[in-house]
């Protein structure tokens, strides 16, 4: 099993940029796809961007597309998401989790999961 670690949240005022990164233990996390969910308050948690195995193809939720860039480097273990133009709406927080599947959307898809980083964007 891999364990996921987030850090890179914070405070950062509406427009500004942060970059999460996910660091994941174990030598196989090249072969999973893995994704980054995020829960705002009295909200579901939901997917925000994937990185699909084998060939790296990505999936943004429109409501980030062109403001996020998910990435990964494999032989660091990391997975990462640069967030820029931030808005108040994307206060939450934010979780990477990783699927055996290729493709992977929805929440019960992915097998495992971190514990979360905050993520607070003041307007």
């Known amino acids: 099993q891999v364990q996921l670690v987030e850090s890179g949240g914070g405070l950062v005022q509406a427009g500004g940029s942060l970059r999460l990164s996910c660091a994941a233990s174990?030598?196989?996390?090249?072969?999973?796809?893995m994704g980054w969910f995020r829960q705002a308050p009295g909200k579901e948690r939901h997917l925000v961007a994937a990185?699909?195995?084998?060939?790296?193809?990505?999936y943004y939720h429109g409501f980030v597309k062109d403001r996020f860039t998910i990435s990964r480097d494999n032989g660091k273990n990391t997975l990462y998401l640069q967030m820029n133009s931030l808005k108040a709406e994307d206060t939450a927080v934010y979780y990477c989790?990783?699927?055996?599947?290729?493709?992977?959307?929805?929440?019960?898809?992915?097998?495992?999961w971190g514990q979360g980083t905050q993520v607070t964007v003041s307007s």
């Open positions: 174990g030598r196989t996390f090249s072969t999973y796809t």
């Open positions: 989790a990783g699927c055996s599947r290729s493709i992977c959307y929805a929440e019960g898809e992915y097998d495992f």
């Open positions: 990185v699909m195995r084998p060939y790296g193809t990505t």
